[in-house]
């Protein structure tokens, strides 16, 4: 099963809303979903910190921001591959 991570930290709305969005959206299932705490990992929080809530698919990865539509069709692209 493909994976989806979504890289994250404790109270930031934009990850809530990033994962609330996600979860709604057709084109994720059939994925597994796992979200990493940007905070538990100095090397996540240089890479990531000032980009969360990010989305990644194998090597390919969406910042934000995105809207629904947006993160709608980049699911509906790597599904495609």
């Known amino acids: 099963?493909?994976?989806i991570i979504l890289y994250t930290t404790q109270h930031c709305?934009?990850?809530d809303?990033?994962?609330d969005v996600l979860l709604s959206l057709p084109e994720a299932r059939g994925f597994s979903l796992r979200t990493l705490?940007?905070?538990m990992d100095e090397d996540l929080l240089?890479?990531?910190g000032a980009r969360i809530p990010v989305i990644a698919i194998g090597?390919?990865?969406l910042d934000?921001?995105?809207d629904a539509p947006t993160l709608?069709?980049?699911l509906k692209d790597k599904t495609s591959c």
Request: with cysteine.
């Open 59 to 61: 090597d390919a990865q």
């Open 46 to 48: 240089n890479e990531f």
């Open 37 to 39: 705490d940007i905070a």
């Open 72 to 74: 709608q069709r980049w």
């Open 17 to 19: 809303a990033a994962l």
């Open 64 to 66: 934000a921001p995105f």
């Open 13 to 15: 709305s934009l990850c």
């Open 1 to 3: 099963m493909r994976e």
